[in-house]
């Protein structure tokens, strides 16, 4: 099974607005990572986690707020975003990270479209 | 720096026939990663096949194949008898040491496959 699951599909705030992104996988991974992908363009990194802890931040805005509460979630909340934050926001996990080998294949949820009106 | 290079924007393919998608990639470490993924309209990822740096043959899953040339740095994945499902976004990436294992996406390629 290589279901990573994302909650919800779709999802469109206001810039004032508090809401969350879900991702959950049941694969014993221990890695999990936040990707953001603008229309007709590659994914790029956001976060990454390994064993629940932070270990790459890519640089991002602290409207975007990251939370691994075990190793089988992981959240992403947002908080006053900005128009140009709309994007597809996908979740990926691996078995771990960093270690080289098939291990690294990261393995992505539906992803979460996101509109900031 | 890595980079991955994808110079094809756009392929079409006759359904049934094999087509290349083309990925070049630079690194300066021994020890690297490379994956293709699949992104249909609906937006999510899908792994299709990967290589190892190491490994002495070419990686094959299924209808798909990756032509591996290291001194080349190119590898790119050949699907086989085309189906109007493949029809997608392909990403090719990379992962290195030298990038803390990273997981970096070229700029993608649009295949469309024609009934």
Not at chain 1, 51 to 64: A, M, Q, T
Request: aromatic letters at 10%.
């Amino acid at each position: 099974d290589t279901e990573v699951t994302q909650t919800p599909k779709h999802l469109v705030m206001g810039m004032t607005n508090k809401k969350s992104l879900k991702c959950e996988q049941h694969m014993g991974h221990r890695a999990m990572y936040w990707y953001k992908q603008k229309a007709k363009k590659p994914p790029e990194l956001m976060f990454v986690y390994s064993y629940e802890k932070l270990s790459i931040n890519e640089s991002v805005p602290s409207r975007f707020s990251p939370e691994c509460p075990n190793s089988s979630l992981l959240n992403l909340h947002l908080h006053a975003l900005q128009p140009e934050d709309s994007a597809l926001y996908l979740c990926a996990s691996s078995q771990v990270q960093g270690m080289g080998g098939p291990t690294d294949t990261q393995y992505f949820g539906p992803g979460t479209r996101l509109t900031v009106l | 720096a890595q980079k991955i290079t994808q110079t094809q924007p756009g392929m079409f393919v006759q359904e049934k026939e094999a087509v290349t998608l083309d990925c070049t990639y630079d690194t300066s470490d021994p020890s690297y990663g490379l994956f293709w993924y699949k992104q249909p309209s609906s937006g999510e990822m899908i792994f299709l096949i990967y290589q190892g740096s190491y490994d002495q043959q070419n990686a094959t899953e299924g209808r798909y194949s990756l032509n591996f040339q290291k001194a080349r740095k190119s590898a790119n994945l050949v699907i086989s008898a085309s189906q109007l499902g493949d029809s997608a976004m392909y990403f090719c990436a990379m992962r290195d040491i030298g990038n803390n294992n990273d997981m970096r996406f070229g700029a993608g390629t649009r295949l469309t496959v024609k009934p």
